[in-house]
C-alpha cells in the first residue's frame, strides 16, 4: 500500500465530524423536545389567565 493510502485509511478526522453532527443532532433535537414540552404548558396556563380575566368585572367608579 502507498503511503497516501495509509495516511487515507489511519485519518480520524472524518470520524470526528461525524461525532461532533451526531450530539448536535441530538442536543437539537432535544432542544425541540423541550421547547415543545414548554411552550404547550405555557399555552395552556394562559387560555386559562385569559379566561380567568374575561369573567371578571372592572370597576371604573371609586367609592
Not at 432535544?30 to 404548558?41: C, K, P, S, Y
Not at 396556563?45 to 372592572?58: K, R
Amino acid at each position: 500500500m502507498s503511503p497516501l493510502a495509509i495516511r487515507f485509511i489511519n485519518n480520524e478526522d472524518g470520524a470526528v465530524t461525524v461525532d461532533w453532527v451526531v450530539l448536535t443532532a441530538a442536543i437539537v433535537g432535544l432542544g425541540v423536545a423541550v421547547i415543545t414540552t414548554v411552550a404547550r404548558g405555557a399555552l395552556d396556563h394562559s387560555t386559562g389567565l385569559g379566561s380567568h380575566l374575561l369573567n371578571e368585572e372592572v370597576t371604573t367608579t371609586y367609592n
